[in-house]
């Protein structure tokens, strides 16, 4: 089944996503792929952080003695393939090492900020500026952004709840592309903002259908959008044009490559692969794969 139009189509892989399901049952709101076209599944399931090859097949299970089942979320792998991520309800952030070391906690695991705005309260998702520094957004409760140094030193914060520039209304994903600009996922003000490293507002782009996460190809000039209106949205980024996109109806379809719930997670391998993860689809994880036609 095809997906997507123009340069942008692709090939619905129907079985990668059954491939060892076992170890991503629950809902799948975070994949991330590393330099290695490792797959990294963080799902809501007893073992919440699992590897994969291309072709699905599972390699290793991370962060059992430090990551809970509770509230899997965020996921982010940089350009030195250190995996970030966050658990939504345990009001913290953990990096690992490319071979699964806990490096950093960011946070004091299972308690929230003291006072409103203070990191952190269930935090959503992690990236990375080109010096190191940290950004996370405390979606849930904060509606905030903050900035850390590589260390974990906390630099500054922005936001508060609302839907004025430099408001939110759930701060959902941060990416960082190669300006060193901050793109937040504002989810349901449908809205992504743009900002610079000190959380001065740039830019926005409105009219989306709650946008759950982002991948940025910065190589390419195009941004990748997974929705909870139950659409893939592919865009350059300079004119804003839209190269492809699927789903979006508005209904509820369990045709494969298609969302009953939908995606919250998405990722683009170094193939052109797209990776999403769903949610809201029962009690099952979905994971979809989607082959670029060349």
Same mark, same amino acid.
């Given at each position: 089944?095809?997906f997507?139009?123009?340069? $942008?189509?692709?090939? $619905?892989?129907?079985?990668?996503?059954?491939?060892?399901?076992?170890?991503?049952?629950?809902?799948? #709101?975070?994949?991330?792929?590393?330099?290695?076209?490792?797959?990294f599944?963080?799902?809501?399931?007893? !073992?919440?952080?699992?590897?994969?090859?291309?072709? +699905?097949?599972?390699?290793? %299970?991370?962060?059992?003695?430090?990551?809970?089942?509770?509230?899997?979320? +965020?996921?982010?792998?940089?350009? !030195?393939?250190?995996?970030?991520?966050?658990?939504?309800?345990?009001?913290?952030?953990?990096?690992?090492?490319p071979?699964g070391?806990?490096?950093?906690?960011? +946070?004091?695991?299972?308690?929230?900020?003291?006072?409103?705005?203070?990191?952190?309260?269930?935090?959503?998702?992690?990236?990375?500026?080109?010096?190191?520094?940290?950004?996370?957004s405390?979606?849930?409760?904060?509606?905030?952004?903050?900035?850390?140094?590589a260390?974990?030193?906390?630099?500054?914060?922005?936001?508060?709840?609302?839907? +004025?520039?430099?408001?939110f209304?759930?701060?959902?994903?941060?990416?960082?592309?190669?300006?060193?600009?901050?793109?937040?996922?504002?989810? *349901?003000?449908?809205?992504?903002?743009?900002?610079?490293?000190?959380?001065?507002?740039?830019? *926005?782009? %409105?009219?989306?259908?709650? #946008?759950?996460?982002?991948?940025?190809?910065?190589?390419?000039?195009?941004?990748y959008?997974? *929705?909870?209106?139950r659409?893939?949205?592919?865009?350059?980024i300079?004119?804003?044009?839209?190269?492809?996109?699927?789903?979006?109806?508005?209904? !509820?379809?369990?045709?494969?490559? *298609?969302?009953?719930?939908? #995606?919250?997670?998405?990722?683009?391998?170094?193939?052109?692969?797209? $990776?999403?993860?769903?949610?809201e689809?029962?009690?099952?994880?979905?994971?979809? !794969?989607?082959?670029?036609?060349?």
């Amino acid at each position: 089944m095809l997906f997507g139009q123009g340069d $942008y189509t692709y090939d $619905y892989h129907t079985d990668w996503a059954n491939l060892d399901s076992a170890y991503h049952e629950g809902w799948v #709101p975070g994949v991330a792929c590393d330099s290695k076209d490792r797959v990294f599944i963080y799902s809501r399931s007893e !073992k919440p952080l699992n590897v994969y090859d291309r072709d +699905g097949k599972h390699l290793a %299970t991370w962060g059992e003695n430090v990551l809970t089942p509770n509230f899997a979320h +965020g996921i982010f792998i940089d350009k !030195k393939d250190n995996v970030f991520v966050t658990d939504a309800t345990d009001h913290a952030i953990y990096k690992f090492s490319p071979t699964g070391e806990l490096l950093l906690t960011l +946070g004091t695991p299972g308690q929230p900020g003291t006072n409103k705005g203070d990191p952190f309260n269930r935090p959503t998702d992690i990236a990375i500026a080109s010096n190191g520094d940290i950004i996370v957004s405390d979606g849930y409760v904060n509606h905030h952004v903050h900035r850390y140094t590589a260390t974990g030193e906390h630099v500054c914060s922005w936001g508060g709840e609302g839907d +004025g520039p430099g408001q939110f209304s759930i701060s959902h994903t941060v990416r960082v592309d190669a300006q060193d600009r901050i793109w937040d996922c504002d989810r *349901e003000n449908c809205r992504i903002q743009i900002f610079d490293l000190d959380g001065n507002f740039l830019d *926005e782009w %409105t009219d989306l259908l709650r #946008p759950n996460n982002i991948f940025i190809d910065n190589d390419a000039g195009v941004l990748y959008i997974a *929705e909870l209106g139950r659409r893939i949205s592919i865009w350059n980024i300079e004119t804003r044009e839209l190269l492809s996109s699927w789903g979006g109806g508005g209904e !509820k379809s369990d045709v494969p490559g *298609e969302f009953i719930g939908g #995606p919250h997670g998405i990722w683009v391998d170094s193939h052109g692969d797209i $990776y999403a993860g769903e949610v809201e689809r029962g009690e099952e994880g979905t994971m979809h !794969k989607y082959i670029r036609r060349s």
